[in-house]
T-cell receptor, first 115, second 117 residues
Framework: DTGVSQDPRHKITKRGQNVTFRCDPI?????LYWYRQTLGQGPEFLTY????????KSRLLSDRFSAERPKGSFSTLEIQRTEQGDSAMYLC???FGRGGTDTQYFGPGTRLTVL | AQSVTQLDSQVPVFEEAPVELRCNYS??????LFWYVQYPNQGLQLLLK??????LVKGINGFEAEFNKSQTSFHLRKPSVHISDTAEYFC???????????????FGKGTKLSVKP
């Protein structure tokens, strides 16, 4: 068990560029979550996968955001046409179970800075 | 809508003193409750969780929390803190499957615990 990993750890981009983040969950975890954390706030839910199916999206996830989890393994989160308001820490978490009571294991996050 | 309120954004305390970090939640349905800790440059780590049963929950590193349904609170306590407890602590709720959610967590804004020698 190597834990949840995220890549890259830091990303600096210019406004209008596209960025993609990767999350590798703990192996055999069927559930994968993406959260966003801005300065002074707690993490906010973005989207959730059960295996390869994306089952829930927050209203925070605008049309510029897309997430995938091919084959129910790693996941990617892409932001198109980045805006300065997208600057945040993007957190990935995984768990095993049916939801609600599961312990979610978090990765170290990807810090995005949009100039 | 469900929400979590952490009443203190910062809590300074001296080493070996007791500490209580407060958390209140608002929900029209039953919830599951969690406390996570975030050390600098590290991911969130689960301290403890309340699912059902005994309202006093013990977690890692000597922390415990008490669920109070009537006051909708889930305060975190430690009888004697160490310098190494300096971190940010987050309270969170999950509605679970019967609350119309798929288990995503709703977090408070966090409390920064600063332990001084």
């Amino acid at each position: 068990d190597t834990g949840v990993s995220q890549d890259p750890r830091h990303k600096i981009t210019k406004r209008g560029q596209n960025v993609t983040f990767r999350c590798d969950p703990i192996s055999e975890h069927n559930r994968l979550y993406w959260y966003r954390q801005t300065l002074g706030q707690g993490p906010e839910f973005l989207t959730y996968f059960q295996n390869e199916a994306q089952l829930e999206k927050s209203r925070l996830l605008s049309d510029r955001f897309s997430a995938e989890r091919p084959k129910g393994s790693f996941s990617t989160l892409e932001i198109q046409r980045t805006e300065q308001g997208d600057s945040a820490m993007y957190l990935c978490a995984s768990s095993f179970g049916r939801g609600g009571t599961d312990t979610q294991y978090f990765g170290p996050g990807t810090r995005l800075t949009v100039l | 809508a469900q929400s979590v309120t952490q009443l203190d954004s910062q809590v300074p305390v001296f080493e070996e003193a007791p500490v209580e970090l407060r958390c209140n939640y608002s929900s029209s349905v039953s919830v599951y409750l969690f406390w996570y800790v975030q050390y600098p440059n590290q991911g969130l780590q689960l301290l403890l969780k309340y699912l059902s049963g005994s309202t006093l929950v013990k977690g890692i590193n000597g922390f415990e929390a008490e669920f109070n349904k009537s006051q909708t609170s889930f305060h975190l306590r430690k009888p004697s803190v160490h310098i190494s407890d300096t971190a940010e602590y987050f309270c969170a709720v999950s509605l679970g499957r019967y609350g119309g959610s798929q288990g995503n967590l709703i977090f408070g804004k966090g409390t920064k615990l600063s332990v001084k020698p």
